[in-house]
């Protein structure tokens, strides 16, 4: 072989093996550039994570905030609910307690030896000014029973009569009288009634 031939084929392998050479390099290269691509994916989602899991935190924690809100809040309706049940009589009871001291009184004229029918007039006041507060104030009215026609959402009937001077029946004696709250019977009269013929 000639030399210059030779030298032609060291040549041509010399450019063989550069193109190989420059091959396995841009190889390497996107080889590396795959790697730093998939770093930077991992990279991404890693970030994703920790931030979807940082608002996951805060969303837990806000929403114990509002359960503990919530609780305390049920807590504090039902001590009020329990507060108001038991004031719920105090007016009532502030307004009883005048005649509370008027009986006090009429028991200690009553053991000093003090006039009866003076005991009995206070009595009758006391009763009259009572059930005027009671009427006024809460809405409690005694029933008219006697004379009046027998009507049984009013009055129970404990004893029967027949007269034949009535046309209706009627209450004829009253043994317990009734009362209405706000217009509603709480107890009805018990009473004597008195029946045609």
């Given at each position: 072989?000639?030399?210059?031939?030779?030298?032609?084929?060291?040549?041509?392998?010399?450019?063989?093996?550069?193109?190989?050479?420059?091959?396995?390099?841009?190889?390497?290269?996107?080889?590396?550039?795959?790697?730093?691509?998939?770093?930077?994916?991992?990279?991404?989602?890693?970030?994703?994570?920790?931030?979807?899991?940082?608002?996951?935190?805060?969303?837990?924690?806000?929403?114990?905030?509002?359960?503990?809100?919530?609780?305390?809040?049920?807590?504090?309706?039902?001590?009020?609910?329990?507060?108001?049940?038991?004031?719920?009589?105090?007016?009532?009871?502030?307004?009883?307690?005048?005649?509370?001291?008027n009986m006090e009184r009429a028991l200690t004229a009553a053991k000093n030896g003090g006039d009866v029918n003076a005991l009995i007039e206070g009595f009758e006041m006391t009763q009259n000014q009572l059930l005027s507060t009671l009427d006024k104030n809460w809405g409690l009215k005694a029933i008219e029973s006697v004379g009046q026609e027998f009507d049984p959402s009013l009055h129970e009937a404990c004893m029967m009569t027949v007269d034949e001077n009535l046309d209706k029946e009627t209450v004829l004696e009253e043994f317990q009288k009734g009362y209405t709250l706000h217009d509603r019977v709480i107890r009805p009269s018990k009473v004597k009634i008195g029946k045609p013929e």
């Open positions: 072989m000639s030399k210059h031939k030779e030298d032609k084929e060291k040549n041509l392998e010399q450019e063989v093996l550069t193109e190989e050479q420059v091959a396995e390099e841009n190889t390497e290269e996107e080889v590396q550039e795959d790697q730093t691509e998939e770093v930077s994916q991992e990279e991404i989602l890693q970030a994703k994570v920790a931030e979807l899991e940082a608002a996951n935190a805060e969303l837990k924690d806000q929403m114990l905030r509002r359960q503990a809100e919530l609780e305390n809040y049920r807590k504090r309706l039902i001590r009020d609910k329990e507060e108001a049940v038991q004031f719920a009589n105090e007016s009532l009871i502030r307004d009883i307690l005048g005649f509370l001291d």
